[in-house]
């Protein structure tokens, strides 16, 4: 499996911005899919994940703010943020796990930096 994040750049505190994740295999074949992020100096974190049958969790900084989603046609995992702060400043990564073998493949990461 293989994930290609797209969608980080540089926004102003306020902004939007939509990172997408484009998976080389089946989102079928996985069971969770989410975003983590880590900024300088501290540990990667969940954001957000989505479970096959929907279910979703966020990570409490991003709550009312980022939204996940998926296209199942497409393989495809998004992350729309909302309402950006400085604090969302890292590098984001997506993740998935492969149900079968429970696996986790990353993606390389797309670096989002919100200036103040």
């Known amino acids: 499996v293989q994930l290609q994040a797209s969608g980080g750049g540089l926004v102003q505190a306020g902004g939007s911005l939509r990172l997408s994740c484009a998976a080389s295999?089946?989102?079928?074949?996985?069971?969770?899919m989410g975003w983590y992020r880590q900024a300088p100096g501290k540990q990667r974190e969940l954001v957000a994940r989505?479970?096959?049958?929907?279910?979703?969790n966020y990570a409490d900084s991003a709550k009312g703010r980022f939204t996940i989603s998926r296209d199942m046609a497409k393989d495809t995992l998004y992350l729309q943020m909302n309402s950006l702060k400085p604090e969302d400043t890292a590098v984001y990564y997506c993740?998935?796990?492969?149900?079968?073998?429970?696996?986790?493949?990353w993606g390389e990461g797309t670096l989002v930096t919100v200036s103040s």
């Open positions: 993740n998935v796990r492969v149900a079968v073998t429970a696996y986790e493949y």
């Open positions: 295999g089946s989102m079928f074949d996985f069971d969770v």
């Open positions: 989505i479970s096959r049958g929907g279910g979703k």
